[in-house]
């Protein structure tokens, strides 16, 4: 069965460093979330991608985050510089699209805990 | 902004009694989406519901989504321990197409 890879599974950097986590949607998939989850809480979206496209970074701290989804089939997430508050599971999932309106696939997910 | 709203934050059950959590929204949806995430796992989908009024079921399970398309309920029928977990409701909002997801209901299961 088609699964959203995500690397790495856990992540432990210092503060004020520079960390990455990649996501690889199911094939064919159209729709991108990268989502941030807090122990105890919901996902919060963070990022929305349609294809190469953002349709929404509203919740994005763009002062240090960053997203990318160059040819619309992997993505790049980015923190430069993290910080404390980061740490947390940071997921990755993928649709089919919109007008679709078909069921999000997550992936395992990377924790981060920023030290 | 959207937001989607879910209560009780916990519910502890003895095995065999009911359980129901509850979700609403801010704005409109489109469709709501059901979830699951397991203690250590990732959310995994469990149903989807797109016209107003609709109801479905899945085994003892019974999902509702409202007539003004802002809020849905889950019902879970004699609970059992398998059923442990975090149910969350996720909306498509009509206007931006957004998945928002709410704060979760964990569920405790006492056998």
């Known amino acids: 069965e088609a699964e959203v890879a995500q690397s790495p599974r856990y992540k432990i950097t210092e503060k004020s460093q520079a960390v990455a986590f990649w996501c690889d949607p199911i094939s064919g998939h159209a729709t991108l979330y990268w989502y941030r989850q807090i122990l105890g809480q919901g996902p919060e979206l963070l990022v929305q991608f349609q294809d190469e496209s953002v349709v929404d970074d509203s919740q994005l701290p763009k002062d240090r985050f960053s997203a990318e989804r160059l040819k619309g089939v992997d993505s790049t997430l980015k923190i430069q510089p993290a910080e404390l508050g980061d740490s947390a599971m940071y997921l990755c999932a993928s649709s089919w699209g919109p007008g679709m309106n078909t069921e999000a696939f997550f992936g395992q997910g990377t924790r981060l805990t920023v030290v | 902004g959207q937001q989607v709203m879910q209560i009780p934050q916990y519910q502890h059950v003895q095995e065999g009694e009911d359980f129901t959590t509850y979700c609403n929204s801010s704005?409109?949806?489109?469709?709501i989406q059901w979830y699951k995430q397991r203690p250590g796992g990732h959310p995994v989908f469990l149903i989807q519901?797109?016209?107003?009024?609709e109801v479905k079921k899945q085994k003892r399970l019974t999902f509702q989504f409202g007539e003004a398309k802002k809020n849905s309920s889950l019902h879970i029928t004699a609970t059992q321990t398998t059923d442990v977990g975090t149910y969350f409701c996720a909306g498509i909002s009509s206007n931006t197409g957004k998945l928002i997801f709410g704060q979760g209901t964990t569920l405790q299961v006492k056998p």
């Open positions: 704005t409109t949806l489109s469709n």
């Open positions: 519901l797109v016209k107003s009024g």
